[in-house]
């Protein structure tokens, strides 16, 4: 190939990457920028339980009355708002008196500010602190239980798994409890057990018959999702019921 046609075809190639990350740029950029929200009236319904204050680091629930002795710092999932997540958590802090933190993430990405929890910790004088995530927000908080940087009792998993990388499969030190729904088509049950080996020994596994990925929060429905065939109620009863006997065991 002659020079002259060998420097057209590597300006032509350039010019071509440019083009595609300039797209792809784009496309996240959209993509990011259309989150999941809380469907009108979830906080509100949260409030009629507990204390809840939004601000710009994240959503706070704290029971009525009492010290919070207990607290969870939550990773909400990819693109989805942290007060989405304030309607579920609410039963479980009225039944249980936790304080719960649902952290706001870069662009609503957990995997942007993994150690986000430590940032976190100083809105309760808890003696005890658990980490938490739903789906990818999980993966990420699975990464903080599993670190030097936070002294946490456990790791709590919605609809969510942990990694070999994130160090857990040998601590000892770390309760896990995770939730998986029958119906979740984006991370689905099988592959929830499939990752159990990546959780340390006596993690609590629990499956919510007839729940779909976005029920652990209160956003509406999520792409590429499966049908739910419970409602949301029986739903957040079931996963409140669930992680309040496991915080309560602790």
Do not use: C, K
């Not at 009492?66 to 710092?73: I, L, Q, T």
């Not at 999520?222 to 957040?236: H, K, M, V």
């Amino acid at each position: 190939m002659e020079v002259s046609s060998m420097r057209r075809l590597l300006i032509w190639a350039a010019g071509t990457l440019v083009v595609l990350l300039v797209l792809g740029v784009g496309v996240f950029a959209l993509w990011v920028s259309d989150p999941y929200e809380a469907l009108p009236g979830s906080v509100e319904r949260a409030e009629e339980a507990v204390e809840v204050t939004v601000g710009e680091d994240g959503v706070v629930l704290e029971p009525p009355e009492g010290e919070v002795e207990r607290a969870v710092v939550f990773y909400p999932g990819a693109r989805v708002e942290p007060e989405a997540y304030a309607a579920t958590w609410a039963p479980v802090v009225a039944e249980t008196g936790v304080g719960v933190v649902i952290a706001r993430m870069p662009l609503n990405l957990a995997v942007l500010a993994p150690g986000r929890a430590e940032e976190m910790t100083d809105r309760f004088e808890a003696r005890e602190w658990y980490v938490g995530g739903h789906s990818m927000g999980g993966a990420m908080a699975a990464y903080a239980a599993g670190g030097d940087g936070l002294t946490t009792e456990g790791l709590i998993l919605w609809g969510s798994y942990a990694v070999a990388g994130a160090g857990l499969a040998e601590r000892g030190d770390q309760r896990v409890l995770s939730v998986s729904a029958s119906e979740d088509l984006l991370v689905d049950p099988g592959t929830v057990r499939d990752r159990s080996g990546d959780l340390p020994d006596g993690a609590v596994t629990v499956e919510i018959d007839g729940m779909n990925h976005a029920q652990f929060g209160d956003y509406g429905p999520q792409t590429a999702d499966g049908t739910p065939q419970i409602r949301n109620a029986e739903a957040w009863e079931r996963l409140a019921e669930e992680t309040a006997e496991f915080l309560r065991a602790g």
